[in-house]
């Protein structure tokens, strides 16, 4: 059972000082990963723009990232952030989810591509739907509605709601990529990935894409994932998760590989008995909130560094109110630690909107 730790509200760069001098927490080796600390400059041979967190996928699509904390990306980030001015998001003439309904996809085969054994943990699959299934109308969700589009003006509705669920067993395909951190043949490409959401939209006679459905797929344990074959821009060693849109119509996904609490979190909380359910749960907000105000990235709500809604509070959680201090938001009676969004009018993070 993971110990629960309080975790005091100190500021972002308070946190990240006293985290830089304590032990790492282990790698979950016991569920396919392989130990590892990450490289020195992790991201350095991504194609990646200035600013470190948009790439272009093996189709050509515009990915952004949620930069592992332990990147180069996510060092700058965290540094810019805790700087004393930041820049507010604006408008770049893109659209927005006015509506939200929101799919998940759960593929968990058996077996990873060289044999060894994959899973998830006890809590993952329930803990990722109810927190998807809890946010539209709640805290974070309240704060997308300053976000608009024009030409006509519309904003960001406080709706929504969880569309379906699957879990799938088929086998991974045949490795696209390597992934330093996980190693060996177990990785699939941003290409394999959008064709597995596509498949499976078909199979369970899902919206074929649309402004307002967004689809999530969730890999399994000891899985890596890159955005090309090429293997740039890999799982863990520089993204924890990533959002991007593909086709005309479109179909907005996000891509979550599994929970990592060593390179995808700064701090051991977790309000629901896993922490590696956890883990994947705050970086599921994060991409949600981002494809909401930017569902094509970087056409609509930006700011002048490159960066979204969730980037500007990446791994700044606020101050934990519920569940004696395991919590920072408690929706239809259930908790969880999700990281804070930006709210333009207080210029600042928020955990609940205007």
Same mark, same amino acid.
């Given at each position: 059972m993971n110990k629960r730790i309080p975790f005091p509200a100190w500021s972002l760069c308070a946190a990240l000082a006293a985290l830089a001098a304590m032990?790492?927490?282990?790698?979950?080796?016991d569920e396919g990963y392989a130990n590892a600390t990450p490289p020195a400059t992790p991201d350095a041979a991504s194609p990646v723009d200035v600013y470190g967190l948009s790439a272009k996928g093996s189709s050509g699509n515009t #990915?952004?990232?949620f930069p592992s904390p332990n990147s180069n990306a996510g060092r700058a980030l965290q540094a810019a952030n805790a700087g004393a001015a930041t820049p507010p998001l604006t408008y770049h003439g893109g659209p927005i989810m006015p509506s939200?309904?929101?799919?998940? #996809?759960?593929?968990?085969p058996p077996?990873?591509?060289d044999g060894s054994a994959t899973g998830v943990s006890s809590k993952y699959v329930a803990v990722n739907n109810r927190m998807l299934t809890d946010y539209p109308a709640h805290g974070i969700d309240n704060n997308n509605t300053q976000y608009s589009q024009t030409p006509p003006t519309k904003y960001i509705g406080n709706v929504g709601g969880f569309g379906k669920t699957v879990t799938i067993h088929a086998a991974y395909p045949s490795s696209g990529c390597n992934d330093a951190l996980v190693g060996g043949t177990n990785c699939i490409n941003d290409a394999q990935m959008q064709a597995k959401i596509e498949q499976v939209i078909a199979a369970q006679g899902w919206p074929d894409g649309g402004i307002n459905n967004i689809f999530f797929l969730f890999t399994s344990s000891g899985e890596g994932s890159c955005f090309t074959s090429a293997s740039t821009g890999c799982a863990y060693s520089y993204y924890c998760a990533y959002h991007s849109s593909t086709g005309t119509q479109p179909i907005i996904y996000a891509i979550e590989p599994y929970g990592d609490p060593t390179n995808c979190n700064n701090q051991a909380i977790t309000p629901?008995?896993?922490?590696i359910a956890d883990t994947a749960s705050t970086a599921a907000s994060h991409e949600l909130s981002e494809s909401i105000t930017d569902p094509e990235p970087n056409t609509g709500w930006i700011n002048s560094a490159g960066n979204e809604i969730g980037d500007l509070c990446a791994y700044n959680y606020g101050i934990n109110s519920w569940d004696a201090g395991l919590a920072n938001q408690k929706w239809n009676g259930h908790y969880y630690e999700l990281q804070q969004e930006w709210d333009n009018h207080q210029?600042?993070?928020q955990l609940v909107g205007p």
């Open positions: 032990a790492a927490p282990p790698i979950f080796a #990915i952004h990232v939200v309904t929101i799919y998940t #996809i759960f593929w968990i077996t990873l591509q629901n008995g896993d922490l210029a600042s993070c």
